[in-house]
DNA sequence: GTACTACTATGACAGCGGTCATAATCGCGG
DNA sequence: CCGCGATTATGACCGCTGTCATAGTAGTAC
């Protein structure tokens, strides 16, 4: 069960959890009402569009809150750098991951290798959603003195290392392949720092 | 329609192509029988182990043809070098991505994201695939003169960038994540090549 | 020809999915 | 109390899915 402000809210983000799981054929409209605690009638009056409108919104909701965990891991670091940072991205899914190691998904993922061959609207919904990922932690690499032309690289190779990673980590249900991305990729990263001085 | 040997072949081939599109939900048994032109009634016949028999061995087929392939890149590479090795790698899914951008997803992937957490066989079956994927490159990479220590872990590295950039291409209709991916790994890749001189 | 195995054909079934139609209820201004 | 929009309740529908039961055909060994 989820709590939150409105059933509405309580649905996407209940919808996002259960994206993570076993992608979106697996979600059914009635079990997100179920997690989220939540009339079923509501479904009809909150997302008229159906399930491709709540997956959406699953997805932009995911989008949002990756970018929004980037500003928190910045102001948590002790000395911010650009390993710094891909390793307190990464390790908020280890984390996870060994604490529901079945239930630790990337909902946009899922969104992607189940709808976006077939549905416009939710492949845009990914694409805003990594776009909307990507932004802060290219602003934060700038920041950090990266050059400008590669902060957005940069941010784009840490997602994609990412997002694989947990695809593998997933598979082997080990997070072997995400502590290898932060020990090769880290120093790749910082190693960009000094070029920008 | 596919051709190939016997029926029994033909629909683990059309399955890991199915599973590629949309998942593995949005893949049906009678879908599979239809795309490999082959008799339905061969399913129970080849595959008494069902739906989750079928999608294993086309994850276990994805994992040997990308492992195939590797060695094929290898043997077509004018100067060989992991970062060309990569680039190679990415390469084919940037062609695929131009000729049929819905159709272009990796099935791995697709049943980690899909039964990772619910089905222990395809779990199992997935991580099986990469690691029989990452085999022949880390092998690769000790042939360049990678230090051994290094090989796996940068082996897992290429294929978990490769993936996620994969996801993020399928999701921007863009081959950018995946170029972006050799542009930046690349030269890390190579210059593990001259610390083992 | 007979028997036996490999393979194929087909129809049914039970379950579940998203969606819709319809109606009830709630909260509140007048 | 009345009206009215916002919300919720519920049941039905239809399509699809994986699976199974049953029966048919092909090919081969004897």
Request: net charge negative; hydrophobic share 50%; with cysteine.
């Amino acid at each position: 069960m989820v709590s939150g402000r409105g059933p509405r809210e309580r649905m996407v983000f209940s919808a996002a959890q259960l994206l993570r799981r076993g992608g979106v054929a697996a979600t059914g409209m009635r079990e997100v009402v179920a997690h989220a605690g939540a009339p079923r009638g509501s479904l009809q009056h909150y997302f008229p569009g159906g399930k491709e409108q709540l997956v959406n919104e699953a997805v932009e909701w995911g989008g949002g809150y990756a970018a929004e965990r980037v500003g928190r891991f910045l102001a948590e670091l002790p000395e911010p750098s650009p390993g710094a940072l891909f390793a307190a991205m990464v390790r908020q899914w280890t984390d996870e991951l060994a604490s529901a190691p079945d239930a630790t998904g990337c909902p946009v993922a899922a969104a992607v290798v189940d709808r976006a061959g077939s549905v416009e609207s939710t492949r845009e919904a990914a694409a805003a959603a990594f776009a909307r990922w990507a932004r802060p932690v290219a602003r934060a690499l700038t920041d950090m003195g990266v050059p400008a032309a590669r902060a957005e690289p940069l941010a784009t190779l840490m997602i994609s290392t990412l997002e694989g990673a947990l695809l593998i980590a997933r598979a082997e249900r080990d997070p072997r392949a995400l502590t290898t991305a932060v020990a090769e990729l880290g120093p790749l990263l910082d190693a960009a720092v000094a070029e920008g001085t």
